[in-house]
């Protein structure tokens, strides 16, 4: 059978065409004559993938969904086409989005499964999202609430971060490279045109390297690329979700090229004047002309379009014509004048008391022992778990009973981790460019490489309830380890701070009700608890321990690149098992 796109000859009981995965029809072979029932022959890649269905198809290549016959595992599979194979530098440039895949290991980065050659084809093997993109999202919503899109770009912020990391650039940002899950969990896709740093520039003949609404003007020059330019292009992909639009627009390539390199692009607020004044202020920043103008890493990026969730609305004519008097705004102003004259007063007159009090604070910082694991007795009783005022994977709020136990009050150390790397026990952890003290907590560890190391240690990784109630005030449901009062850099370390990693025990104001150091911030951590957000609907509430199996397991705790969202006691984060994440660590527990 003759495939009507690209003219291949198929067998004649194929379901896709074996070179550009068009779908075949069948036709009868004469007018009259009913020919003998044939069973439809399935596509099968690698022997054990089944295609379910063509999900799309671009310049390089055709992506399917599968399943494996098997498992049962569904999986996106990218094909090259055997005639653009031929071509040197598309082969190239696809062998190298799977070996950079095959580097990436994140939550937020599509994880590739395998890759295989068969029949002169090339296929990558990856993970399947259930999800729209952010380009289906942003036209089925027009544009995104700003709270919506916060929540979106910081964990694109957390992929590309990770990724840059690495010496990985991808070089194509933009909505459609952007999946969402029903839960609003983001997945960046298609490294395809990525590149390592300092490595051989790839480029196929007559194929611009980009989409040319969201290039950055050094790409658009030919010259060379860093993380800031990967910036650029997700600062474009922001100003179109706060407003509906792309800064740049034309029917001609050539002058929305022009435009990224020569014209500043219009204020956000000319097309939205409810958004925030930070929106304004962060937008035009990420889209300057000279990358050094930019945020110079994806976590500076991150911190800025946090800001713009809680900063205040533009006073605006609109604003005025519903009744706000301009004498109003004036009187507001010339109060807030005065309230900041007298705080100025009162910080000259108790500097004094308040330096004391700092140094004080200071010299009370116990002094840790980076090899000594101390333990906190937590006694047996009730105690109330989840949230109310949360997501709803913590809901219903219940009272949970534990048997009485102990928890490390710190989290283990690099030095710690160490004894357990040198007795050939435990695997090194994944050396991140991080607070290498003997006294900061080790990141960079796998929930297996916690795991064993408590076992190695004589004890276990905490439970979830267990994790919770070591980070509550004793007889009360605060919000926080320490209370209701928000975070500060005082209490705890998390991404309003410095953006670096502290030593155990440096928060002497944050512990919980029991005495337990660190619980929210610094580093996140390891649970041993298996995820689902519907747990808590089923949970046992007399010592719980969560799903018997599933996908990811469970952290607790934000880390020193959190919101203040993520440092409450009841938060709950996941991740795959096997990752090791800059942020995250972990602490010990045993039955009493």
């Known amino acids: 059978m003759k495939c009507p796109k690209c003219g291949s000859e198929n067998s004649q009981d194929s379901k896709f065409c074996l070179s550009c995965g068009e ?34 198809e671009g310049g390089m290549g055709v992506v399917y969904k599968a399943v494996h016959n098997l498992s049962g595992q569904e999986v996106a599979i990218k094909m090259l086409p055997p005639e653009l194979s031929q071509d040197e530098g598309i082969r190239t440039r696809f062998i190298n989005e799977a070996r950079l895949l095959a580097k990436l290991d ?77 839960d609003m969990r983001v997945k960046v896709m298609d490294f395809g045109i990525a590149k390592l740093t300092g490595g051989t520039k790839l480029t196929a003949t007559g194929i611009a390297v980009g989409t040319v609404w969201y290039m950055s003007p050094e790409q658009i020059r030919g010259a060379e690329l860093d993380a800031r330019s990967d910036l650029y292009a997700l600062g474009i992909t922001l100003y179109e979700a706060l407003t509906g639009r792309v800064p740049f627009n034309s ?48 976590q500076e990026f991150k911190k800025a379009i946090e800001s713009i ?15 706000i008097p301009t004498e109003q705004i004036q009187k507001k102003s010339s109060n807030k004048g005065i309230v900041i004259a007298l705080i100025i007063l009162i910080l000259i007159l108790c500097g004094g008391a308040v330096y004391y009090f700092l140094f004080h604070q200071k010299m009370l910082a116990p002094q840790v022992n980076p090899l000594r694991a101390e333990q906190v007795y937590i006694p047996a009783g009730e105690f109330t778990m989840g949230s109310e005022k949360g997501k709803d994977d913590e809901k219903p709020v219940k009272k949970v009973l534990l048997s009485g136990y102990y928890i490390d009050k710190y989290e283990v150390t690099n030095l710690q981790y160490q004894k357990c790397v040198e007795a050939k026990i435990c695997g090194a952890p994944q050396d ?4 290498k003290s003997p006294s900061a907590p080790v990141v960079g560890v796998s929930y297996n ?10 004890k276990r990784l905490p439970t979830e309830a267990e994790w919770e109630k070591a980070a509550s005030q004793k007889g009360k449901n605060t919000e926080y380890p320490w209370g209701d009062e928000k975070p500060d850099c005082k209490r705890a370390n ?27 911030g610094n580093v996140a951590e390891w649970v041993a608890d298996w995820y689902d957000k519907n747990a808590y609907l089923t949970m046992n509430t007399t010592n719980p321990k969560g799903p018997l199996t599933g996908t990811y397991r469970v952290v607790r705790g934000g880390s020193f690149k959190s919101t203040s969202m993520d440092l409450r006691k009841s938060n709950r984060m996941y991740s795959s098992p096997s990752e090791r994440l800059m942020t995250v660590g972990f602490r010990c527990a045993r039955s009493e």
């Open 449 to 458: 490489d916690a795991k064993t190391f408590c076992e190695w240690a004589k």
């Open 309 to 323: 969730r809680t900063s205040p609305l533009v006073i605006t004519p609109e604003y005025q014509s519903q009744g």
């Open 106 to 182: 994140h939550p937020n980065i599509v994880t590739l499964y395998n890759f295989l050659e068969e029949d002169q084809k090339f296929y990558l093997i990856m993970q399947f999202v259930k999800g729209k993109t952010l380009e289906d999202h942003i036209r089925e919503k027009g544009k995104l609430p700003v709270d919506e899109a916060v929540n979106i770009f910081s964990q694109v912020c957390d992929a590309l971060g990770y990724a840059h990391e690495l010496g990985v650039i991808h070089r194509d940002i933009k909505p459609a490279n952007i999946m969402i899950t029903p």
């Open 251 to 298: 029917e001609s390539d050539y002058e929305v090229r022009k435009s990224h390199v020569e014209v500043n692009p219009p204020s956000p607020l000319m097309h939205d004047s409810s958004l925030p004044q930070a929106a304004e202020t962060v937008l035009l920043k990420v889209l300057s002309k000279n990358p050094a103008d930019r945020y110079q890493n994806a």
């Open 494 to 520: 998390f991404v309003e701070c410095d953006l670096k990693l502290k030593e155990v025990g440096s928060f002497v104001s944050g512990a919980s009700g029991y005495g337990v150091m660190d619980m929210a």
């Open 23 to 56: 779908p075949l029809t069948r036709k009868t072979i004469a007018v009259g004559v009913i020919p003998p029932q044939q069973t439809e022959e399935k596509l099968i890649i690698g022997k054990n993938y089944e295609v379910v269905k063509k999900l799309g």
């Open 432 to 435: 991140f460019l991080v607070n």
